[in-house]
C-alpha cells in the first residue's frame, strides 16, 4: 500500500475516533443535570402539601363533624354500661389496635389551670383539656373522615397529624389559654383517645378542636 493511502486510513480512523468520542461527551453531558435539593425532596414526596391538606380537613370535614359529636357525659355513661356498642357506635381508628378515638363536645367549669391542661367539672365528671402537648391521631382520626387509602406515603399521613395539632394549637389554643381562668365555663368540642381492652374513664383528656 502506498504511504500516501496509508496516511490518509490512519487519519480518517482518528477523524472517526474524534467524532465518536465527541458524541458519547455530548450525550453523557445532556444526560447530566443538577437540581435544587428542595425541587428533589419536592418530587420525592409527591409534591403532596400536608399543611393546605390538614386546612382543608378541618374545616371541610373535621369542624362540621363537631356539632353531631356525642355529649362527653352521656358517652362515658354509655361506655360504663355498654362499652361494646359505644365503641362500635362512636369510635374510629386509622390502624388495626385497641387504641380508638372518640370525637365528644360538652361543657364545663375551669377548676384548675396547670402548665400542661386545664382542669374541668363537668356535669357528671372531671377531666383535663390538653394546652401544651397537641400530638397524636386523635384529632385527624376521630371524625372517621380521614381516608387512609387515599396515601401511598406514611410520611404523608404522619404529616397531616402534624400539619394539623400545629393548626389547632395555633387557631385555637393559643387565643383561648391566656384567657381562661378558674371558674370560667367552658363549652368544648375536641378527640378523646380511649383503649378498648383497658379502658380507664377516670383520667380522660379532651384535644379541642373547638373552645368558647
Do not use: C
Request: glycine share 4%; charged share 25%; net charge positive.
Amino acid at each position: 500500500m502506498p504511504l500516501l493511502e496509508k496516511k490518509n486510513n490512519k487519519t480518517l480512523s482518528w477523524l472517526k475516533y474524534g467524532i465518536g468520542s465527541a458524541v458519547v461527551l455530548l450525550l453523557v453531558y445532556n444526560s447530566v443535570y443538577f437540581r435544587k435539593l428542595d425541587e428533589v425532596k419536592a418530587e420525592a414526596s409527591g409534591k403532596f402539601d400536608a399543611a393546605a391538606f390538614a386546612k382543608t380537613f378541618l374545616e371541610k370535614q373535621l369542624t362540621p363533624k363537631l356539632a353531631t359529636a356525642p355529649d362527653i357525659d352521656e358517652l362515658t355513661t354509655l361506655l360504663s354500661t355498654d362499652k361494646n356498642k359505644a365503641f362500635e357506635m362512636y369510635s374510629h381508628a386509622t390502624a388495626i389496635g385497641n387504641i380508638r378515638y372518640f370525637l365528644v363536645k360538652g361543657q364545663g367549669t375551669i377548676t384548675q389551670i396547670n402548665e400542661n391542661d386545664l382542669t374541668i367539672q363537668t356535669p357528671k365528671q372531671q377531666l383535663t383539656l390538653a394546652m401544651e402537648f397537641i400530638y397524636g391521631n386523635a384529632l385527624r382520626d376521630a371524625s372517621g373522615e380521614f381516608d387512609i387509602t387515599k396515601f401511598t406515603k406514611t410520611a404523608d399521613i404522619n404529616n397531616v397529624s402534624s400539619e394539623l395539632n400545629k393548626l389547632i394549637r395555633a387557631s385555637v389554643v393559643f387565643p383561648f389559654r391566656p384567657k381562661a381562668k378558674v371558674g370560667d365555663t367552658v363549652q368544648f368540642a375536641g378527640a378523646i383517645a380511649l383503649n378498648k381492652e383497658h379502658l380507664n374513664l377516670t383520667e380522660i383528656e379532651v384535644v379541642p378542636a373547638s373552645l368558647k
